[in-house]
Nanobody, 116 residues
Framework: QVQLVESGGGLVQAGGSLRLSCAAS????????LNWYRQAPGKQRELVAR???????NYADSVKGRFTISRDNAKNQVYLQMNSLKPEDTAVYYC??????????WGQGTQVTVSS
């Protein structure tokens, strides 16, 4: 069983930065699509950033130019650099990996709170 563990969340003032990390318990990231999702209270979970197997990245319009997803396959880590944070970025952030077999794995989530 693969486990994904996020870290790096916390409380930050508007305009600040945080870097989220997600580590896998097994070497699955190479060849996987890696995603960061978030879910705010009372809202549906939404895709924030995606890193495809080919290295292309995609972002939700709300975070374009502020968030950057990156990966280190050798370390089995994926990151989300979040800059210019806004109160509306407050949510639980989840790491997600979709392996080439179609298997999908989720982390437990890390809370990000942005104060105004």
């Amino acid at each position: 069983q693969v486990q994904l563990v996020e870290s790096g969340g916390g409380l930050v003032q508007a305009g600040g930065s945080l870097r989220l990390s997600c580590a896998a318990s097994k070497s699955i990231f190479s060849g996987s699509i890696l995603n960061w999702y978030r879910q705010a209270p009372g809202k549906q979970r939404e895709l924030v950033a995606r890193d495809t197997r080919g290295g292309d990245t995609n972002y939700a319009d709300s975070v374009k130019g502020r968030f950057t997803i990156s990966r280190d396959n050798a370390k089995n880590q994926v990151y989300l650099q979040m800059n210019s944070l806004k109160p509306e970025d407050t949510a639980v952030y989840y790491c997600n990996a979709v392996v080439y077999t179609g298997a999908e794995f989720w982390g437990q989530g890390t809370q990000v709170t942005v104060s105004s």
